[in-house]
C-alpha cells in the first residue's frame, strides 16, 4: 500500500537529534511535521560503570532495552578504552531491530529480538526458549521500567542494571509546545515513549481533540493512564510503524468519507 500523509500536520515530541529523523520520514511521506523536542537524551558516566566494564565477562547475556542504550554503552566503553571485542563472548538480546541496528553500526548483532518490540514481551519470549541464564547484565536509561528486573527476580536470576543515559523533561519547550497547540493547526500528536506523554501532559496548557499515535503498548498505556483518548498504535512498534499506521487510518478515513 502507497502511504500518504496528505499534508497533515504532525507535532513530533521526540527527543532533538531522533525528532528530526522521524520529522525527514514524515516530509517523505507527504506530511507536514512541527517538531517540539520534549525530552533530552544525555549518556551518563558513572564510577560503577568501569566497573561493570571490568566485569563483562562475567555475565551470559546482556540485554539491550534501547538504541540510546546502545549507543551510551559503547560511547562509554571507548572512553574508558575497554576492548568490545570481549562482548563475542556473551550472548545479546535486543528488545527491537531498532536497537539491533544501533548494535550492527557497532559490529554486534543480537541472539534474541523480541516478535513485539516491549518489556513485557521480551521477558516471556525469552523465558519460554531460554532459561539458566544466570547472571545477566541490562543496559538502560533512568526511565526505563523494572518489567526486566522484576521477570528476573520472579525466577531467581541473578542480573545487574547498568543505567548509561538520563532522560530528562524539556521544560523550556513550554511556551512553544502551547503556541504550537493553541494554533489549533495539528491534526496529530505522536508520542515514542511513557516519559514524552507525561512531559506533555504536564506542559501543555491547552485541551487536546486531536488523535495521538504511540509507538506501543507501553506508551499507550501511560496515555490512557493520563486521560488521552483516540489513540492509534502501530502494528509494529517502530517510528516507521507509527508512520504506516497515520497512512491506513488517513486512507480509512477518507473512504468513508467518500463512501
Not at 504511540?214 to 490512557?224: P, S, V
Request: hydrophobic letters at 40%.
Amino acid at each position: 500500500m502507497e502511504i500518504s500523509l496528505h499534508e497533515n500536520r504532525i507535532l513530533v515530541t521526540r527527543e532533538e537529534k531522533q525528532g528530526k529523523q522521524f520529522a525527514a520520514k514524515i516530509r517523505h511521506y507527504d506530511g507536514h511535521p512541527i517538531e517540539v523536542p520534549l525530552l533530552q537524551i544525555s549518556c551518563k558516566d558513572l564510577q560503577e560503570h568501569y566497573t561493570f566494564f571490568q566485569q563483562l565477562t562475567n555475565y551470559q547475556w546482556i540485554f539491550f532495552t534501547s538504541a540510546n542504550g546502545v549507543r551510551c554503552f559503547f560511547q562509554l566503553a571507548k572512553r574508558y578504552n575497554i576492548d568490545t571485542k570481549v562482548l563475542k563472548l556473551l550472548k545479546i538480546a535486543a528488545v527491537g531491530h531498532k536497537t539491533e541496528e544501533a548494535l550492527k553500526d557497532e559490529g554486534f548483532s543480537a541472539a534474541f529480538i523480541p516478535s513485539v518490540y516491549n518489556a513485557e514481551v521480551m521477558a516471556k519470549e525469552f523465558f519460554h526458549v531460554y532459561h539458566d541464564i544466570s547472571p545477566v547484565l541490562i543496559v538502560r536509561g533512568s526511565k526505563s521500567l523494572d518489567i526486566l528486573p522484576a521477570a528476573f527476580e520472579e525466577r531467581s536470576i541473578k542480573y545487574d542494571a547498568m543505567e548509561v543515559y538520563e532522560t530528562t523533561s524539556r521544560v523550556d519547550m513550554k511556551t512553544r509546545l502551547n503556541k504550537t497547540l493553541k494554533t489549533g493547526k495539528i491534526d496529530f500528536i505522536t508520542f515514542t515513549s511513557p516519559s514524552s506523554v507525561e512531559t506533555f501532559h504536564s506542559l501543555a496548557d491547552v485541551e487536546i481533540n486531536v488523535p495521538i499515535v504511540c509507538i506501543g503498548t507501553t506508551t499507550e498505556k501511560k496515555a490512557k493512564q493520563l486521560g488521552f483518548h483516540s489513540i492509534l498504535v502501530p502494528e509494529e512498534f517502530t517510528v516507521d510503524g507509527m508512520i504506516h499506521c497515520l497512512g491506513k487510518y488517513l486512507l480509512k478515513k477518507e473512504l468513508n468519507n467518500n463512501g
